[in-house]
């Protein structure tokens, strides 16, 4: 459990801090090994859409329709993509419809995501689900501080005024491996003949 739920949080923030790293706008990712992730950010980054839109005068540019960002073994899945690149040096990312993070350590799901470049932070929200192997957590936000390596992840009410809702965690113990020995198989030693009586002269 204290594995999974910390590699299985910062794939996120992982993946749209390499997306940015590509403008050295991001500096690298603190206490977390990304080749560990799967995110190499010496790779190319992919990007696979239904249609682009520059906006010159706004500074941005829009992935729109099954949109789908690759680096290294992480994919980035959503709807739209966003990313707002003041003076060509991409400071926001923003995510939103059906997101997905997959990568070798698991899988976060979520309806809508912003990666802010400047505070180093990135935030999923909506239906949260995260999963590795038979673990899931559920939520309603996840928070992801890449500067200070605190990931947070909470439940919204059911009914607004209400109290906050609670995370949802299951986890399946690790399966032990039986390291006996199989027992050594024995065969009877085959009997000594029987002793022959001396020849007759």
């Known amino acids: 459990m204290k594995s999974f739920a910390p590699r299985l949080l910062i794939a996120c923030a992982l993946v749209a801090g390499g997306l940015l790293l590509s403008n050295h706008a991001l500096p690298a990712a603190g206490p977390f ?3 560990g992730l799967g995110l190499d950010s010496g790779k190319p980054i992919a990007v696979n859409a239904d ?4 906006d010159l005068k706004g500074e941005t540019g829009t992935y729109t329709g099954n949109v789908i960002v690759t ?4 994919k980035l899945h959503a709807d739209e993509v966003t990313v707002l690149a003041p003076g060509g ?3 926001r990312m923003e995510a939103k419809g059906h997101v997905i993070v997959d990568s070798p350590s698991g899988q976060a799901v979520g309806d809508n995501g912003v990666y802010d ?6 935030r999923l929200t909506g239906h949260v689900v995260l999963t590795q192997d038979a673990n899931v957590m559920r939520g309603s936000e996840l928070q992801v501080s890449m500067a200070t390596g605190i990931a947070t992840l909470s439940a919204a009410p059911q009914t607004p005024g209400e109290a906050p809702g609670r995370v949802q965690g299951l986890f399946a113990p690790a399966q032990k491996q039986d390291t006996a020995a199989p027992p050594a198989a024995t065969s009877a030693a ?10 007759n002269p």
């Open 89 to 91: 040096r991409a400071q």
């Open 190 to 199: 085959p009997a000594a003949p029987a002793a022959q009586p001396p020849a």
């Open 33 to 35: 090994n990304a080749s």
């Open 51 to 54: 249609s682009f839109l520059a």
């Open 117 to 122: 470049v400047a505070a180093q932070n990135l």
């Open 71 to 74: 680096q290294g073994e992480v």
